[in-house]
Nanobody, 121 residues
């Protein structure tokens, strides 16, 4: 299971950190990703990190503003978001992919329930 938390209302230019707690599977064997679904739009890739944490990949729209990280001992993954924009408003999902860390949602085996981030003044 994956439990995402940390969403909320933030002003443009602000920062927010999302957390995702994992249980029930071999966390260290999985790449972890964050995806988001803006209102009225399809789900899109945000960021992913390999099982070791050594490699990270970002969508162009968030590169340089968002940082993904993980702690295998704590079975946690985070998404630090800064310089938030209105277009970052979305439901954010964490997900786990066995062995790899890709940007393709269909490759991910486990999904969290989502946490809403609203960027508005």
């Amino acid at each position: 299971q994956l439990q995402a938390s940390g969403g909320g209302l933030v002003q443009p230019g602000g920062s927010l950190t999302l957390s995702c707690a994992a249980s029930g599977f071999a966390f260290g064997d999985y790449g972890m990703g964050w995806f988001r679904q803006p209102p009225g739009k399809e789900r899109e890739f945000v960021a992913t990190v390999t099982w070791s944490g050594s490699s990270k990949y970002y969508a162009d729209s968030v590169n340089g503003r968002f940082t993904i990280s993980r702690d295998n001992a704590k079975r946690m993954v985070w998404l630090q978001m800064r310089a938030l924009k209105a277009e970052d408003t979305a439901v954010y999902y964490c997900a786990a992919e066995k062995g790899l860390a890709t940007k393709y949602a269909e490759n991910y085996h486990y999904w969290g329930q989502g946490t809403l981030v609203t960027v508005s003044s």
